[in-house]
């Protein structure tokens, strides 16, 4: 079993979202093999908690325009770990030193990446 083509699609969305809003490390991966309860993890970090929530507010923001509504949100207040549930992914948006003490890349290394640099922006040319 692998994540549906649906719950790609939402994770190229909230990718692209945690792009737009300057987010550090993008990845994702398919855990759908692993997780009965959904079919991907988006991981997204950022250097401070205004950007943290600056970064969760967009990806829901798109993800609504997407017709994705969070089943549970968590962490928001605190904006250092923030849990988005759509069912068919799961979005962390941490603050970078939560990203470094928990390694989730660690703990879901076994499970197939997603590539998402096509929700990152292009790369500046050499010299500016």
Request: a negative charge; charged letters at 30%; proline letters at 4%.
């Amino acid at each position: 079993m692998t994540a549906t083509d649906h719950a790609l699609e939402l994770v190229q969305i909230a990718a692209a979202a945690a792009h737009d809003k300057l987010a550090q490390q993008v990845t994702a991966f398919d855990v759908s093999e692993q997780l009965a309860i959904t079919d991907a993890f988006v991981l997204a970090s950022a250097t401070n908690e205004r950007q943290v929530k600056a970064i969760v507010d967009e990806i829901e923001d798109k993800l609504r325009e997407a017709d994705a509504k969070p089943l549970r949100r968590e962490g928001h207040r605190e904006g250092r770990w923030v849990l988005l549930d759509y069912g068919e992914i799961v979005v962390h948006v941490q603050h970078e030193e939560e990203r470094q003490f928990y390694a989730l890349e660690r703990l879901w290394r076994d499970c197939p990446a997603i590539d998402v640099s096509a929700a990152a922006p292009p790369a500046a040319p050499a010299g500016e």
